[in-house]
């Protein structure tokens, strides 16, 4: 499990990005904290979670509407918070698009089976670079050899499932939630370095509706959260949906692979 929110900006002279709703009713959660947390693994939070990965797997159309949060934490140890939008469209097996706008981002992502192509909107530099020819084999390159990772990358895999459930000691049923106004099965795990929070929508389309992540391993512990606004199972898409087209006075230049200087 790994937060999708840290993609470098393709040009060499640029940093890459930096890694106010205060909840009400504290009250009501006192019950849930004095209780100790559930052991193991409950089979019910897994079977939730498994029908929520395998709906969205076998969805060969989807688009997707996002509101995240990604916490920073200062060398003082305040957190600092930086928010973004994000919309992700995929055609399976080999078609995907992602777009970003935010505090720290103004980037678009293309995949179009063969290449991907990453945008730097503030700057208009653009990079590009041959890809393999599946979405899950582009995520693992792009993350691999670029440190790339597209918004709420995990889900889209077929194989989402295993992936959020690698290393997991513990999970169990939160209880109900309600996230843009539907309701959900809140369910929480635990691995020994992350823990992940997800909300999945009742019923017939079991869709993720909010995604947190805890970085335990990090000081204070920063969190990023992922709400999905708006989701289409019936998106109209054509090839020119992935198809990238350098705007008017964008500069091609190459991508930093990892480690690189």
């Given at each position: 499990?790994?937060?999708?929110?840290?993609?470098?900006?393709?040009?060499?002279?640029?940093?890459?990005?930096?890694?106010?709703?205060?909840?009400?009713?504290?009250?009501?959660?006192?019950?849930?904290?004095?209780?100790?947390?559930?052991?193991?693994?409950?089979?019910?939070?897994?079977?939730?979670?498994?029908?929520?990965?395998?709906?969205?797997?076998?969805?060969?159309?989807?688009?997707?509407?996002?509101?995240?949060?990604?916490?920073?934490?200062?060398?003082?140890?305040?957190?600092?918070?930086?928010?973004?939008?994000?919309?992700?469209?995929?055609?399976?097996?080999?078609?995907?698009?992602?777009?970003?706008?935010?505090?720290?981002?103004?980037?678009?992502?293309?995949?179009?089976?063969?290449?991907?192509?990453?945008?730097?909107?503030?700057?208009?530099?653009?990079?590009?670079?041959?890809?393999?020819?599946?979405?899950?084999?582009?995520?693992?390159?792009?993350?691999?050899?670029?440190?790339?990772?597209?918004?709420?990358?995990?889900?889209?895999?077929?194989?989402?499932?295993?992936?959020?459930?690698?290393?997991?000691?513990?999970?169990?049923?939160?209880?109900?939630?309600?996230?843009?106004?539907?309701?959900?099965?809140?369910?929480?795990?635990?691995?020994?370095?992350?823990?992940?929070?997800?909300?999945?929508?009742?019923?017939?389309?079991?869709?993720?509706?909010?995604?947190?992540?805890?970085?335990?391993?990090?000081?204070?512990?920063?969190?990023?959260?992922?709400?999905?606004?708006?989701?289409?199972?019936?998106?109209?898409l054509t090839a020119r949906t992935f198809?990238?087209?350098?705007?008017?006075?964008?500069?091609?230049?190459?991508?930093?692979?990892?480690?690189?200087?």
């Amino acid at each position: 499990m790994s937060p999708a929110s840290n993609s470098p900006r393709p040009h060499r002279d640029g940093s890459a990005a930096a890694l106010a709703v205060v909840f009400a009713g504290f009250a009501a959660l006192a019950p849930l904290a004095a209780t100790a947390q559930p052991a193991g693994i409950d089979p019910q939070a897994t079977a939730l979670l498994k029908a929520s990965t395998d709906f969205l797997a076998r969805q060969q159309a989807f688009s997707a509407d996002t509101r995240n949060t990604l916490e920073v934490v200062l060398a003082s140890g305040q957190k600092i918070q930086f928010d973004h939008t994000a919309r992700l469209t995929v055609r399976r097996p080999d078609k995907l698009r992602a777009e970003r706008t935010g505090d720290l981002v103004a980037q678009s992502f293309y995949y179009d089976g063969k290449t991907l192509t990453l945008l730097n909107a503030d700057t208009k530099h653009y990079a590009t670079v041959a890809a393999p020819g599946t979405i899950e084999a582009m995520l693992d390159y792009a993350r691999a050899t670029l440190d790339l990772v597209t918004p709420a990358g995990d889900l889209v895999y077929r194989n989402a499932y295993d992936i959020l459930m690698t290393d997991v000691t513990q999970g169990f049923v939160v209880g109900k939630g309600v996230i843009e106004g539907v309701r959900c099965d809140h369910l929480a795990f635990r691995a020994p370095h992350v823990d992940l929070e997800i909300w999945i929508q009742e019923g017939s389309q079991p869709l993720p509706r909010k995604l947190v992540i805890t970085s335990r391993d990090v000081t204070s512990a920063p969190q990023f959260s992922v709400v999905a606004t708006r989701w289409n199972l019936q998106p109209v898409l054509t090839a020119r949906t992935f198809a990238f087209s350098p705007p008017a006075g964008a500069k091609k230049i190459e991508f930093l692979p990892v480690g690189g200087r």
